[in-house]
């Protein structure tokens, strides 16, 4: 986010909430990150 020019706080903030809101909604844990290169349910 940061090199599309959006500023470090906003981005750190955008991310502690939708980390707050994947916990809140009963995620344990993340298997799969689309843009790391790695699909773990396949």
Do not use: H, Y
Request: hydrophobic share 40%; no cysteine; charged share 20%.
């Amino acid at each position: 986010m940061t090199l599309a020019g959006i500023p470090q706080d906003i981005a750190t903030g955008w991310v502690v909430k939708a980390l707050e809101d994947l916990k809140n909604k009963g995620v344990t844990t993340i298997t799969n990150i689309p843009w790391n290169g790695l699909n773990k349910n396949k």
